[in-house]
């Protein structure tokens, strides 16, 4: 077994961290918890914290991009990534790369603008 020796790889994150990463707020991913069902973090059962892996934020990120990116209602997008979960899956990569590309040329259009 071979020790991980990454000390910036997390193996579980926070509700806290998970909001803070994602622009929302805890309640936020706590009622989404309740409306998709495979959306369910791992809990420890004394206390109730939530432990994200990267799996889960991976689907709270497809939500966010069905529900605020998208507009899709609760039940719409529910619906949508039981039926179409590859296309889900690969529409947010698609999307995930054009906003870093549009990032990427209002970088380099403001170095331009400042070379004038």
């Not at 077994?1 to 998970?18: F, G, P, R, W």
């Not at 622009?23 to 918890?33: C, H």
């Not at 409306?35 to 966010?64: A, C, G, W």
């Amino acid at each position: 077994m071979a020790l991980n020796t990454d000390k910036n790889l997390k193996l579980y994150y926070s509700i806290k961290e998970v909001a803070q990463m994602l622009g929302v707020t805890e309640s936020l991913l706590r009622y989404w918890e309740k409306e998709f069902p495979h959306l369910r973090p791992k809990t420890i059962s004394s206390n109730k914290v939530r432990q994200y892996t990267d799996k889960d934020i991976e689907q709270i990120r497809l939500i966010y991009n069905l529900v605020k990116v998208r507009g899709f209602k609760l039940a719409a997008a529910r619906k949508y990534l039981n039926e179409n979960r590859g296309g889900v899956d690969k529409s947010n990569e698609v999307l995930e790369t054009l906003i870093s590309v549009r990032d990427q040329l209002k970088s380099l259009k403001e170095q331009l603008t400042s070379l004038t």
